[in-house]
């Protein structure tokens, strides 16, 4: 099949994505995580039924500043408000008071929050540029390592657009676990981006091989799509079953994982390979 023919539709399925995500990030942002604001998060079996604006009045009157309170599958509340240790035992003391069960809590300072975020924002960014680096030596040419690059800057913003949604309507937090997302959808991504693209070097620096970059291209991609895909639906079995099964701590981080790994197998095949053709053939008309 010729996948490189039909590379517009491609083109357009992301750019319409990272349209409505750019839309999203900037029309609804993101919900950070206690991690990264500071501040506590306790999750509870509350004692007595009561709506969510008369429990946070109630908070209120003990001096709670609730940010949140999220209905969870199974019946518990998830409850972020500001404050430390302190105000945690009282929540947890308002809470016992009524018969209520106290699941999990964490409590994060804003300084020490402030500074994992910036930590995280790090480690992406210097996972892209090893990654660009490594591409660029092991290929000898530094356009497969920004057309690799490329394609997981657009999986990872697609990634965080989706969770801008997912934020504004199901209050889905970014935190800690969806910055390992993030960076296992990097990994993905570039695992089967690197295999396509060593398949064209091969065929292009051979002495038989007189196809131009677009054949070698459509006939790397029809050689290794059924592998790329059979191995991605292994990790989709997986993950979708944790996302039904598991409680509400890895719920979001299962879903990230899904996304980015759809996303992966997405773009280093029908977008990475595509987006390369078009690159070396602009640099030949400019030579």
């Known amino acids: ?47 007595q039924e009561q709506g969510q604006e008369k429990l946070k009045e109630d908070l209120g009157e003990i001096g709670l500043t609730v940010s949140q309170i ?7 509340l998830l409850i972020r408000f500001e404050g430390g240790w302190e105000e945690k035992d009282r929540l947890v003391d308002f809470f016992q008071a009524r018969g209520g069960q106290i699941l999990r809590d964490e409590t994060v300072g804003p300084t020490f929050g402030q500074e994992l975020f910036k930590k995280a924002l790090l480690a992406i960014g210097l996972t892209i540029i090893l990654i660009l680096i490594f591409i660029a030596w092991r290929f000898g040419d530094l356009n497969f390592g920004i057309v690799a690059v490329a394609a997981m800057i657009h999986d990872n913003l697609i990634l965080l657009g989706a969770f801008s949604f997912l934020g504004r309507f199901l209050s889905a937090p970014v935190d800690s676990l969806f ?28 002495s038989f091989s007189g196809q131009d970059i677009e054949a070698t291209a459509n006939e790397a991609i029809n050689a290794t799509v059924v592998r790329n895909i059979n191995n991605s639906w292994t990790i989709v079995f997986m993950l979708v079953a944790i996302l039904l099964l598991c409680g509400e701590t890895v719920r979001w981080f299962s879903l990230a994982l899904l996304i980015g790994t759809i996303l992966g197998t997405y773009s280093s095949t029908f977008l990475a390979v595509p987006l390369l053709v078009v690159w070396q053939k602009i640099r030949k008309r400019g030579r």
Do not use: H
Not at 70 to 76: L, N, Y
Not at 189 to 197: A, L, Q
């Open 70 to 76: 999220q209905q969870t599958g199974g019946g518990s």
């Open 179 to 206: 910055i390992t997302a993030a960076l296992t959808t990097l990994a993905t991504s570039v695992y089967d981006t690197v295999v396509t693209f060593g398949y064209i070097r091969d065929r292009l620096q051979s």
């Open 1 to 47: 099949m010729n996948f490189i023919k039909y590379r517009f539709i491609s083109f357009i399925l992301s750019g319409l994505l990272i349209l409505a995500s750019i839309y999203g990030l900037i029309r609804f942002g993101l919900v950070l995580g206690v991690d990264f604001t500071g501040g506590s998060l306790v999750e509870v079996l509350p004692g």
